[in-house]
């Protein structure tokens, strides 16, 4: 997979990209990610990357000459351009592993007050927020996004049935408490479930542990259900 992600900011993205199983899926050959700097693409003494919105209004929108450029020069047959902003469809796992199928994905990143909606109408596939928030730009987001997708590449878990056991593979569950060494802590004892070796019996209170998890932190997720 391949993914390149177009930002005025590629720091903001490279850093935690950069870093842990992000780092080990690239070194594997599983992905290769390259954040550009929109301004490479943008003409003039400035390489201006914004300017005012039409028919008045606060704030600078990103031109549609130097995206266009871009896109047109990193897209291939089987790219998927994504452009990150708070007016897009709400990422969730299901999405993640969708997105985890493609061959080619270009995250466009959003700043200002968005983009020229030309760009929108003819170069995005999907537009895509992370969250009912406003960030400063979509470089974060995209930072985001790339984290869930390619820690579902087959290959990058250490542990392949961590991918399945996890909140969300069940959209309408979160996960379980869970527990590690030492059984007693400042006189807080591991479940005595778990003590027990009854894998079963592990089971059933994972499984209740999860609902009361759910009903308490996202009542939400339960209403489909
Ligand atoms: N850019 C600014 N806010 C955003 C959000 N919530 N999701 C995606 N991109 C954004």
Redesign the pocket.
């Known amino acids: 997979m391949r993914i390149d992600i177009l930002t005025l900011f590629p720091e903001i993205v490279l850093a935690p990209l950069g870093e842990s199983m992000m780092k080990r899926a690239q070194e594997a050959g599983l992905v290769e990610i390259k954040a550009h700097n929109l301004r490479d693409w943008a003409s003039g003494k400035h390489r201006k990357t914004d300017d005012y919105l039409c028919g008045g209004g606060q704030g600078m929108l990103l031109k549609p000459e130097p995206i266009f450029a871009a896109i047109e020069e990193l897209r291939g047959a089987s790219t998927k351009v994504v452009l990150?902003?708070?007016q897009?469809r709400v990422f969730k796992q299901k999405l993640a592993c969708e997105l985890s199928q493609e061959e080619h994905l270009i995250f466009l990143c959003?700043h200002y007050e968005g983009v020229d909606q030309r760009v929108v109408d003819e170069l995005v596939d999907l537009e895509?927020?992370?969250?009912d928030?406003?960030?400063t730009?979509?470089a974060l987001?995209a930072a985001v996004v790339t984290d869930a997708i390619v820690r579902l590449l087959p290959g990058a878990l250490g542990d392949a049935r961590s991918a399945v056991d996890e909140s969300f593979s069940d959209p309408q569950r979160l996960e379980a408490p869970a527990y590690t060494k030492p059984v007693e802590f400042r006189g807080m004892r591991v479940p005595e479930v778990f003590l027990s070796g009854h894998h079963a019996k592990i089971e059933v209170w994972k499984r209740e542990q999860a609902l009361r998890r759910t009903r308490e932190n996202r009542p939400d997720l339960l209403e489909g259900s």
Request: glycine share 26%.
């Open positions: 990150l902003t708070p897009g959003g895509l927020s992370i969250g928030y406003v960030l730009n979509g987001a």
